[in-house]
């Protein structure tokens, strides 16, 4: 029996690539796809999510409206930097069709929740955007935590500098709260951080083979990522391609033999000067019981071939 997948995206760019991605693996069975915030509003997240998995030929996959602000704020703005990487529609300013289907009605944390129960340990949680969505399903269904197959977040850094500050990463910035929430939970947590996104690239000649496949799809991915390979290019120049972090966390779920892990139980800090700190929790560092994972090395090659690869050959279907 195939994994089942959930994704819980802030649908910009490298979370569309995440879709593609785990709709291309054999591997696993995408069941659905929870919204939230962080590179655009959770409206907009849901609307391009339910777009890109109409154009990648796969309407059968259900999206549910998450949260749309931290879990100790009451409102979210999109801040300028993530316009300018992800563009004003989350996905590259790329204009693609509205999908004729609704959001689903039930709450992305009740689905989350219900998930759970009927999938149990096949089922692996992937959130690419802050953790809001599954530390509240953790506070209104506890039990969860033992019953869930595996978390694999993007987000985080921890033998690497943030990248909103010294220390912080982005998505955990979002909502340091929920994510501290989260590792303390004793959930079963594998944290794909920049240590590991930051070496996986794709560049211009990579999508060209998305291109040249003469698909709306592809089209689509190649005119979409090159935006950000071009945004890239003003934020981080040294590196010479975009970072591919959500699609990562995706093969993670898939293959954890992509990636070295760390065993440490970790917590976030959320108050004083370094709030949105991932780091080894003190407190239970002399625990043998480990419930967390944390990615510091990543076999690059073999990851963006796959990638190029798996998302090439459902692009040039589409």
Not at 36 to 64: C, K, M
Not at 98 to 108: F, I, K
Not at 200 to 210: A, H
Not at 234 to 262: K, M, R, S, Y
């Amino acid at each position: 029996m195939s994994k089942k997948m959930i994704l819980d995206l802030d649908t910009g760019v490298d979370d569309a690539m995440a879709i593609a991605y785990a709709l291309a693996s054999p591997e696993v069975e995408l069941i659905g796809i929870t919204g939230t915030y962080g590179n655009v509003l959770v409206d907009q997240g849901v609307r391009n999510s339910l777009a890109i998995t109409d154009i990648l030929g796969h309407p059968e996959v259900p999206v549910f409206r998450g949260i749309e602000h931290a879990s100790t704020k009451d409102s979210f703005e999109v801040l300028p930097i993530s316009a300018f990487i992800h563009g004003k529609n989350g996905i590259g300013d790329v204009e693609i069709p509205d999908s004729p289907r609704p959001v689903e009605e039930q709450s992305a944390v009740d689905f989350i929740i219900e998930a759970v129960h009927k999938y149990g340990k096949d089922l692996v949680y992937v959130p690419t955007g802050p953790d809001t969505n599954i530390a509240a399903a953790i506070k209104k269904d506890p039990e969860i935590v033992n019953l869930i197959g595996n978390i694999v977040i993007m987000g985080g850094a921890l033998t690497v500098p943030g990248n909103v500050n010294a220390w912080t990463e982005a998505n955990i910035s979002q909502d340091p709260e929920a994510a501290d929430f989260l590792f303390r939970s004793g959930a079963p947590v594998t944290m794909i951080g920049l240590d590991v996104t930051l070496q996986t690239l794709l560049t211009y000649k990579d999508t060209q083979k998305w291109r040249e496949t003469g698909t709306k799809s592809g089209e689509f991915f190649a005119d979409m990522v090159d935006f950000y390979i071009k945004a890239y290019e003003t934020t981080a120049p040294h590196l010479g391609g975009c970072g591919l972090h959500d699609p990562l966390a995706v093969a993670v779920a898939i293959d954890p033999t992509l990636v070295t892990l760390l065993d440490l139980n970790m917590k976030v800090d959320v108050e004083g000067p370094t709030r949105g700190r991932t780091i080894g929790d003190e407190q239970r560092i002399t625990d043998p019981h480990k419930t967390m994972k944390a990615a510091i090395a990543v076999d690059v090659d073999r990851f963006v071939n796959e990638l190029i690869e798996r998302i090439g050959n459902l692009v040039a279907r589409n």
